[in-house]
T-cell receptor, first 110, second 112 residues
Framework: DVKVTQSSRYLVKRTGEKVFLECVQD?????MFWYRQDPGLGLRLIYF???????EKGDIPEGYSVSREKKERFSLILESASTNQTSMYLC?????????FGPGTRLTVT | QQPVQSPQAVILREGEDAVINCSSSKALYSVHWYRQKHGEAPVFLMI?????EQKGHEKISASFNEKKQQSSLYLTASQLSYSGTYFCGTELNENRDDKIIFGKGTRLHILP
């Protein structure tokens, strides 16, 4: 079975803090994604990567950056957290047909 | 570009059938379907490719009408375990990156 893990299930940070969300997949997938999920808005793509050190902006990249130094690991960085970044963050990986999601990190910025 | 799903929500009794629709304003290469149970991550159900056939397993199947840029998910004789939010995701091009755009979801609640 594909396994996608995320570093934290719940996270509380203060406004202005730098936040790192880690995602690791164990199936050698080339493609990895970061989404945020908010009620009524569905899943919105923040960034994705189709290869090591490659990254592409999704639909809502503002306020976020990413890093992919190794194939299995894709990190999402909030340079200076703001309250409007309070959300559920989901990581996914894909072999090219279908995406496999991690359990999510519920981030609260106070 | 976000696909539109309908209905937004549906309540059924166990054993009844449901249809969830997904439509796009752009030509599609593929349509994905996912189910998310409350408090859990979305789970991949199936993908339908341009030129492909209707897909499904057991009592959940889907169709893809390329000309109408629509896909429908069919849940037959629904079970309590089918409850959750269903998302379609659309892919415009045959790219290696598998980037898809998700709809806002359809909440399905099955009553015993």
């Amino acid at each position: 079975d594909v396994k996608v893990t995320q570093s934290s299930r719940y996270l509380v940070k203060r406004t202005g803090e730098k936040v790192f969300l880690e995602c690791v997949q164990d199936m050698d997938h080339e493609n990895m994604f970061w989404y945020r999920q908010d009620p009524g808005l569905g899943l919105r793509l923040i960034y994705f990567s189709y290869d090591v050190k490659m990254k592409e902006k999704g639909d809502i990249p503002e306020g976020y950056s990413v890093s992919r130094e190794k194939k299995e690991r894709f990190s999402l960085i909030l340079e200076s957290a703001s309250t409007n970044q309070t959300s559920m963050y989901l990581c996914a990986s894909s072999p090219g047909f279908g995406q496999y999601f991690g359990p999510g990190t519920r981030l609260t910025v106070t | 570009q976000q696909p539109v799903q309908s209905p937004q929500a549906v309540i059924l009794r166990e054993g009844e059938d449901a249809v969830i629709n997904c439509s796009s304003s752009k030509a599609l290469y593929s349509v994905h379907w996912y189910r998310q149970k409350h408090g859990e991550a979305p789970v991949f159900l199936m993908i339908l490719l341009k030129g492909g056939e209707q897909k499904g397993h057991e009592k959940i199947s889907a169709s893809f009408n390329e000309k109408k840029q629509q896909s429908s998910l069919y849940l037959t004789a629904s079970q309590l375990s089918y409850s959750g939010t269903y998302f379609c995701g659309t892919e415009l091009n045959e790219n290696r990156d598998d980037k898809i755009i998700f709809g806002k979801g359809t909440r399905l609640h099955i009553l015993p």
